[in-house]
C-alpha cells in the first residue's frame, strides 16, 4: 500500500499505475499508518519495486510504502519498515 499526503496524489498514482499495466486500487488509508490522507493506494506486492519506480519518474509524491494483504492479493494490512 503507498500512503500519501493529500487525495490528489493517490489518484494520480492509481491512474498512472494502472495505465502502465501494474494492478491498483483506491483503499481507505489507516489511520495507524498515516493520518495525512485518508485515501492509499493497494497494488501488488511483488511489483513493489516498479510501482515505487513509476511513482518516482512521475514525480507524484507520496509518503511511504507498506506491506499489507488483503484477501484478493492486493497489498494492504501491517507496515513493514
Not at 8 to 31: C, I, K, N, S
Not at 67 to 75: A, N, R, T, V
Amino acid at each position: 500500500m503507498v500512503s500519501f499526503f493529500a487525495s490528489e496524489h493517490a489518484m494520480r498514482a492509481e491512474r498512472l499505475l494502472q495505465r502502465t499495466g501494474l494492478p491498483a486500487r483506491l483503499v481507505p488509508g489507516p489511520r495507524e499508518v498515516s493520518p495525512n490522507c485518508g485515501v492509499a493506494v493497494a497494488f501488488v506486492w511483488e511489483n513493489e519495486p516498479e510501482v515505487e519506480r513509476t511513482l518516482n519518474d512521475a514525480k507524484i509524491r507520496f509518503e511511504a510504502i507498506h506491506h499489507f494483504e488483503l484477501d484478493d492479493g492486493l497489498s494492504v494490512a501491517q507496515a513493514v519498515g
